[in-house]
């Protein structure tokens, strides 16, 4: 019999979804709380789509190479779709710098580290269309799903959903994709399962704005100075997109009270922008224009459920996916990644045993090998970065000495050789892109062994590989932008 899956949300996480269990031959039916995408196309899209439930529909975005490479592999046609709808493939090569060239050969794994880069909505309106004429999936827009239906037990098990007009729909499975403010597992903790589940803050929030060239006008050449950095008390970020549009992404520390409250404001941000050398030149007047408003997220949590502690199913005939199930810093654009690895990874699970249980305790403990390794890495990371927070704030500190030599290490040691050997950039870019273990690459002797000969040659014989400037300091910004430098620090020792 065929099994039919009800999958809540039709974001990123549930198309994945869709696009992973449709060719198993089950029924698939998408169940989207808001409007499907208004006629017109990729702009129409972008300035019109109302999406209530994605409230980063609207922030940059970009699908590392792992997520690409699923879609070359699994849905070549999808990827042709995109590609001609706008959507860019930003190639290893591309990312090369002038140290690298000097000693550069194509090999036949650069092709496997492409990004492939796009408006949000851009991305998911051609993913939809495809998702929609795919056999056994069915979509229902402005379909909005109450509750879960729960039949008590040890396990509970979920056997299907409730509409807000009190309709039921059963299913065999039901698959959470409602996102980062789904209460579905905080449901169903409440009725008896006992999911384990670590939280924590990222310490950030994220505000991005897009622009447009005008037509015949070209992107900045790239190898000047960054368009991406962290600043400490700010990271940045160019976002190219779709049919001559780009997104910024400025993200800041929650300590940064009084940034934060004057980034919302267009003529802020895109004084920021202009301060910081590497992006100065894609938001020059003659070059691009700001579209819309300053888009800002806050609440961003890391959140990790494990719904099979010790091996043993906490529910039965649900599976979450996505940020659902895991939520990280966006800052690492590993989110929707994320959700496709998941819903493979479910339909693995799905596919080898039909015993309910099982079938959770498997799915778990792929999510757990396959992502909890970025999990960790990109937590122990803010937690880092709340701290250097804290420090850009404070006159006059000065870190101790493990430290300083940290930072060396990364600095003039992982960075310089990350930006002048090729093979160490492809190395590394691996781990990136989720195609193996995030800190596997530094791990092999051969390339901590090149990495420590970088950092012995010093920062003479190094300069060539060292990046501009990315930006001023705080105090330097804040005064440029008429706000107090000490201001956050004042509140912060009262505190």
Not at 86 to 95: A, I, K, P, S
Not at 164 to 176: A, F, K, M, P, Y
Request: charged fraction near 25%.
């Amino acid at each position: 019999m065929t099994e039919k899956v009800l999958v809540v949300g039709a974001g990123m996480a549930g198309l994945w979804t869709a696009l992973a269990l449709a060719p198993t031959g089950r029924e698939v039916i998408l169940l989207e709380r808001d409007p499907g995408p208004p006629p017109g196309g990729p702009d129409a899209a972008f300035a019109d789509w109302s999406r209530r439930g994605v409230g980063q529909l609207r922030h940059s975005h970009a699908f590392l190479a792992r997520l690409r490479n699923l879609i070359r592999d699994e849905h070549p046609a999808l990827l042709a779709e995109l590609l001609a709808a706008g959507c860019r493939e930003l190639t290893f090569e591309e990312g090369l710098t002038s140290v690298h060239r000097r000693t550069y050969a194509p090999k036949p794994v650069d092709v496997d580290l492409s990004i492939l880069t796009s408006r949000r909505t851009t991305l998911e309106l051609v993913i939809r269309a495809y998702v929609e004429r795919l056999p056994g999936v069915t979509l229902r827009a402005e379909t909005f799903v109450r509750e879960l239906v729960i039949a008590p037990g040890g396990p509970p098990r979920v056997t299907g959903v409730r509409l807000e007009d009190g309709t039921e729909l059963s299913g065999d499975l039901v698959v959470d994709a409602g996102g980062r403010t789904s209460d579905a597992v905080e449901t169903l903790v409440a009725a008896g399962a006992q999911v384990a589940t670590d939280t924590e803050p990222t310490g950030v929030l994220y505000f991005t704005r897009h622009y447009r060239l005008p037509p015949g006008a070209a992107e900045p050449p790239r190898g000047g100075p960054p368009s991406t950095g962290d600043l400490d008390y700010l990271k940045f970020g160019v976002f190219p997109g779709d049919n001559g549009c780009f997104s910024i992404t400025l993200c800041l520390p929650e300590v940064e009270e009084e940034l934060r409250r004057a980034i919302m404001a267009p003529e802020t941000f895109d004084a920021i922008c202009k301060a910081l050398p590497g992006v100065a030149p894609w938001v020059a007047p003659e070059r691009a224009h700001g579209v819309g408003r300053v888009h800002g997220m806050g609440d961003l949590q890391n959140r990790w459920h494990d719904l099979a502690p010790g091996g043993r199913a906490a529910v039965l005939g649900f599976f979450p996916v996505g940020d659902s199930h895991v939520r990280t810093n966006p800052l690492y654009g590993r989110g929707c990644s994320v959700a496709a690895v998941g819903a493979t990874l479910l339909r693995q699970a799905l596919q080898e045993t039909t015993d309910p249980a099982e079938r959770l305790v498997r799915y778990q403990a792929k999510v757990t090998a396959e992502i909890r390794p970025y999990y960790d890495v990109m937590r122990d990371s803010d937690r880092r970065g709340m701290a250097r927070a804290r420090q850009a704030m404070t006159p006059g500190y000065r870190p101790g000495l493990r430290q300083r030599l940290g930072k060396a290490f990364l600095e003039d040691g992982v960075t310089i050789a990350i930006r002048s050997d090729p093979d160490l950039l492809r190395a590394f870019l691996r781990g990136f892109h989720m195609l193996e273990h995030p800190q596997a690459w530094l791990k092999r002797p051969a390339n901590l062994a090149k990495v420590l000969g970088y950092w012995a040659r010093g920062r003479k014989a190094n300069a060539a590989a060292y990046r501009p400037k990315a930006g001023p300091g705080r105090a330097e910004m804040l005064t440029m932008l008429g706000l107090p430098p000490d201001a956050d620090l004042r509140r912060l020792e009262a505190a």
